[in-house]
């Protein structure tokens, strides 16, 4: 592929993973908010109803209630999903075009070959998963103040490794995408298919199984606290002289990640 394209290329697939990622996170903290923002019904005739949102926007105004446990199964239902595999997608494809085609995802004089490396950064993005997994479906998942601790010394601790095998700037990068990954598998293998379980529950008219929504419910938390984060490591390629270039870089990363952390919460309780 000629430069020219590849530079069309490269400017297209950001402008549709910028897109994407706007409305992915704002419909997930949009969701979020409701959460706390839904006030006990004006008549609680039915038990059903744990709550309800009256809305304007647009000229138009909105009453949202939500159930405890879906009765039955509306004609039409609004998934949240495409805008997830969008990012996504966008973002594996720019992964590829400037690093696993481009020149900064080793640094130079690296002992590995280019192949190697790319398979270095397709690993983090899984085990990225399976690390997560590990600490949140353990007994720390039941301690949240354990679990980020935990979690924070994990991503600091990557963070120094991949800087001493790929660039600077590649490994701040790989960081904000094993986020994204991490996200995304939320959505894709948590939060949908539990969606899709409660809905048979209740076709078939079995019990209800509350854990399902508690458990979609915290990955739908985690994904508002990482996307923090994530962004700014995609704005971090533009100020390489105090992020990914300084000694040090693993470490500011850890605190910025933590300023993240620390500013999402402040979103999700105060805004």
Sequence with gaps: MSAFWREWLDLLLRWTHVIAGIMWIGQTYLFNWMEKAFAPPAQPADPNIAGELWMVHGGGFYLVEKQKWPE????????????????????????????????????????????????????????????????????????????????????????????????????????????GTIMVANVWMVIIPNQKKIMAITESGGPPRPELSVQAKRCSKHNTFMSVPLIFMMLSNHFGGITFGRRYSWLILGGLVLLGWIAAKLIRDHV
């Design 72 to 179: 039955i199964m509306p004609r039409t239902l609004h998934w949240f999903k495409w805008e997830a595999a969008m990012t996504w997608i966008s973002g594996m494809l720019l992964l590829a075009i400037v690093y696993w085609m481009g020149a900064p995802l080793l640094p130079y004089g690296s002992a590995l070959s280019r192949p190697e490396g790319i398979a270095l950064s397709l690993g983090v993005l899984v085990l990225g998963w399976v690390g997560y997994n590990a600490i949140w479906r353990s007994p720390l998942g039941r301690h949240e103040p354990l679990g980020l601790a935990v979690s924070w010394v994990a991503i600091v601790s990557l963070a120094w490794a991949l800087t001493h095998i790929l660039s600077d700037r590649a490994a701040y990068l790989h960081i904000g995408a094993m986020f």
